[in-house]
């Protein structure tokens, strides 16, 4: 907290032009260590930063890369990281093991008007329903994931029987040879990945199986531990205030991001623009946590649902920007 002189020479150096020095402007950020994946929905931090979103909410936050949701939950529960991104429903799992965590903003969001997450078969298969996959073979990127498990889901939903459907897990870069080489008869594919296979013109979307939990909800978020969160108001706020913006600002320049996008995961600034992108949740709204956690119960991935309020830091909680 700067106290009254200190504020009145910044002030004042400002409207001069003098240059504050570095230790004095220091005091004035919140210093946060924050992770994230070098992928589309992970972006927001690093547009944040390109942007000084942060900084001008008084923020100075460290960006750090990890390769997976999981490794970033135990960095945030070790405390290695302040603030770190998970999927909603990797947290719904761990809140309802009585791990000790908050949502402190959103980042993507699934919109089943702009899905970046589709079920694809070759596009001479006879496979024109859910009723067609019986007895059929499907990959997805994980077993046991959201889409894998949403797939099942949206197969019994819309006629066929998901308990005759068998499943494979590969890896993403590798899902397109093998559909292609009939290995597997469909696959739940998601961005990038998604957008080369259907430009490869050998594709056909046969569904959306994101809208077996609903047509809108929360697909990740950025979580705190629930004491930093309690003990930390001011600054999660901050940036929770810095996050909005910056969702703001990344959906209505994704032009500019996907330069971004290409030198944080090494990738080609002109493939990032011919294919989807992530979509930024502009608000945390505890109704788009709700679906993930309802489906969540369904999908018997948790014994019970529970209010989605139980997730979200108070801090920020009903807050407007």
């Not at 992530?278 to 956690?293: G, K, M, N, R």
Request: charged share 20%.
């Amino acid at each position: 907290m700067l106290d009254g002189s200190r504020r009145t020479f910044l002030a004042a150096a400002g409207a001069l032009g003098v240059a504050v020095p570095v230790a004095l402007r220091a005091q004035t950020l919140t210093h946060l260590v924050l992770g994230t994946a070098p992928t589309d929905s992970g972006m927001p931090p690093v547009i944040a930063q390109r942007t000084g979103i942060y900084r001008r909410n008084g923020l100075d936050v460290d960006v750090q890369f990890m390769g997976s949701g999981a490794s970033l939950v135990a960095a945030v529960i070790g405390g290695t990281l302040q603030i770190g991104t998970t999927s909603t429903i990797g947290l719904v799992t761990a809140h309802a093991k009585g791990i000790p965590l908050q949502i402190v903003a959103p980042t993507s969001i699934y919109l089943s008007e702009k899905p970046g997450e589709l079920l694809l078969v070759r596009k001479d298969s006879p496979i024109r329903t859910a009723a067609d996959l019986t007895g059929k073979t499907i990959a997805s990127p994980a077993l046991g994931d959201l889409i894998s498990t949403a797939t099942f889901a949206w197969i019994d939903q819309n006629g066929g029987d998901a308990k005759t459907v068998h499943q494979v897990e590969l890896p993403s870069a590798a899902t397109p040879a093998a559909l292609a080489a009939g290995r597997i008869d469909a696959a739940a594919m998601n961005e990038p990945r998604l957008s080369e296979a259907m430009q490869s013109g050998n594709f056909r979307a046969l569904g959306k199986p994101y809208d077996a939990i609903a047509p809108r909800f929360l697909i990740a978020c950025f979580v705190v531990r629930t004491d930093f969160g309690n003990t930390h108001v001011d600054a999660v706020r901050r940036f929770a205030r810095s996050q909005h913006e910056t969702n703001v600002f990344a959906n209505a320049h994704q032009d500019q991001t996907a330069v971004w996008l290409a030198d944080v995961a090494k990738l080609d600034p002109a493939a990032i623009e011919r294919g989807g992108r992530a979509y930024f949740a502009e608000t945390l709204a505890p109704a788009d946590v709700q679906h993930v956690i309802d489906a969540a119960a369904r999908f018997k991935l948790i014994d019970h649902a529970f209010d989605a309020r139980e997730m979200i830091s108070p801090a920020v909680l009903n807050q407007r920007y």
